[in-house]
């Protein structure tokens, strides 16, 4: 269908289930589009770039953070660095079962076994959210609509891997998906706000637009090492993540105080302060993905760092401090005793460089054995558990993960990226700029530009989301007004209910 049509297609459906929206807000238009690209843009190393010193301006940036406080973040390393000698082994001995697993049935009675666990690992399976041969057709789906639009940019474009589609009928229809909804729901209560009144609403998610990725056996180019989406030089900044004070616990020298649960305190942040190709500008408070394969460790799949707050805690406080002896072989993935011994690392002397290890303006922030030896990367990474076909997978936004470096499987590793995202306010104005780029059939608007799948055959309208979820699934892409006043909601939940209704065109 023409882009024409489909965008007119689309307005009409909006009308004939809300008052009209407003041209402002219906039409995407070019200079809110980044530079075109693809996933590689996102990450330092897939681009080619070496990570090192940078801008002087980051030097003072930590000074200013260690001001009259150097000695608590001094013992506060110590500290930090005896609690990861005790958890890794425990990782490294548990593996992939270190990671909770939940039926889908079971949402409604999880137990508080499994409540613990996912709240100090902050990862998790929830099986079964999909029924397999609805996830199969997925799969089939997607590629047929591949196969229909060969235009489809990819990574890496002589092998594709990762696909720059946001549009496609199945991912439409697996975001939308009531089963889906229900397990971002579950997920998200996880968290809490320590402001009663927090404009923030965690029972309502809303859709952000992300990739696909059928990755092949043998495939070796789309090797992710270790990662933290949401920024990366942002975490260190006042204008970024300190606009929340997200991480002052770390800050004060007080890391075992540091709630990664607490969300009013995200919602000021800015996570991409410079405008970075796949850089995440909406709250998403789980990274997830929906399986379309049966897939194992080491075949093309998710490594998770289950250490959460610790390792937030490790990869925050890593740039002010310095090894006296240096390690002899900077390639080597592991350590002794010796060099990562409390009493060899001392705080940057007699001023902090301008080193932020890993973290580059405009690209997600990237983990090194080198770079971030206390963490024995190679012992505390580890893959997901065994998946099959609808099964969810999801991690807290501030994990580390990474992907397999080569796909030693023999079947494809297929899975459609859908992170939980709650209803706030810069949620909800994303959401006009996303709904945009949904009815144009430009990519969504974090990701590279250009004309995205306006002219591919076969994209669907707007009828495709009221059709698999008429209320929660049109709410969530931005398509339908929220019922600000259906009882039991907090004073905070119908505020931003008022709020989101406004800005996305829903009356008053």
């Known amino acids: 269908m023409p882009s024409k049509m489909v965008l007119r297609a689309g307005q009409q459906a909006i009308r004939s289930v809300q008052k009209p929206i407003s041209n402002a807000i219906r039409t995407a238009t070019a200079s809110a589009q ?23 301006r980051f030097a003072t940036l930590k000074q200013n953070l260690l001001a009259n406080n150097a000695d608590a973040l001094h013992a506060s390393w110590t500290r930090l660095l005896a609690s990861l000698r005790e958890e890794i082994p425990l990782i490294a001995e548990r593996g992939s079962s270190i990671v909770p697993q939940i039926d889908f049935a079971d949402l409604d009675s999880a137990s508080s076994t499994f409540r613990a666990a996912h709240k100090k690992r902050g990862v998790a399976v929830i099986r ?50 009531p089963n889906l909804i229900k397990a971002q729901r579950f997920l998200m209560e996880f968290w809490h706000s320590k402001d009663p009144s927090a404009m923030i609403s965690t029972s309502h998610p809303t859709i952000y637009a992300d990739r696909l990725r059928i990755r092949l056996p043998g495939d070796a180019k789309f090797a992710l090492g270790p990662h933290v989406d949401g920024g990366s030089c942002e975490r260190w900044e006042p204008d970024g993540y300190g606009r929340g004070g997200v991480y002052d616990k770390i800050w004060q020298g007080k890391w075992e105080e540091y709630d990664p649960w607490e969300a009013s305190c995200r919602l000021p942040v800015v996570a991409d302060l410079y405008g970075g190709v796949g850089a995440c500008s909406m709250f998403r ?224």
Not at 149 to 155: D, G, R
Not at 364 to 375: F, I, K, M, V, Y
Request: include cysteine; charge should be negative.
């Open 128 to 177: 079964n959210v999909v029924p397999q041969d609805e996830a199969l057709r997925m799969k089939s789906e997607l590629r047929q609509y591949i196969a229909a639009n060969p235009s489809t940019k990819a990574f890496p474009p002589e092998n594709p891997q990762v696909f720059e589609l946001y549009w496609s009928p199945s991912q439409i229809a697996a975001r939308s998906h």
């Open 34 to 56: 980044k530079k075109e690209g693809d996933i590689s843009d996102a990450f330092a190393s897939l681009s080619g770039m070496q990570f090192k010193p940078l801008a002087s």
């Open 285 to 508: 408070m789980f990274q997830g993905w929906l399986s379309m394969s049966d897939t194992g460790p080491g075949e093309g799949t998710l490594l998770v760092n289950p250490l959460l707050s610790r390792a937030t805690a490790y990869y925050l406080l890593r740039p002010f401090f310095t090894p006296k002896k240096a390690i002899r072989d900077p390639g080597s993935e592991f350590f002794d005793d010796a060099f990562l011994a409390p009493e060899n690392w001392q705080l940057e002397q007699p001023t902090p460089s301008s080193w932020l290890q890993g973290a580059s303006p405009g690209h997600g922030q990237e983990l090194r054995a080198a770079l971030h030896p206390h963490l024995q990367l190679s012992s505390s990474m580890v893959h997901i558990p065994h998946v099959q076909p609808g099964d969810y997978v999801s991690w807290h936004c501030d994990t580390i993960h990474a992907v397999d470096k080569t796909h030693a499987g023999k079947s494809d590793s297929s899975v459609m990226y859908i992170p939980a995202c709650p209803l706030t306010v810069n949620n909800a104005e994303f959401l006009v700029k996303q709904r945009s780029a949904f009815l144009n059939g430009t990519p969504c608007p974090d990701f590279g530009g250009g004309v995205g799948e306006s002219m591919h055959v076969g994209r669907p309208g707007v009828d495709a989301i009221e059709k698999v979820n008429a209320n929660e699934g049109m709410q969530a892409f931005g398509l339908k007004a929220w019922d600000s006043n259906a009882e039991g909601l907090s004073s905070g939940q119908r505020k931003v209910m008022q709020e989101a209704n406004f800005i996305l065109g829903f009356g008053h």
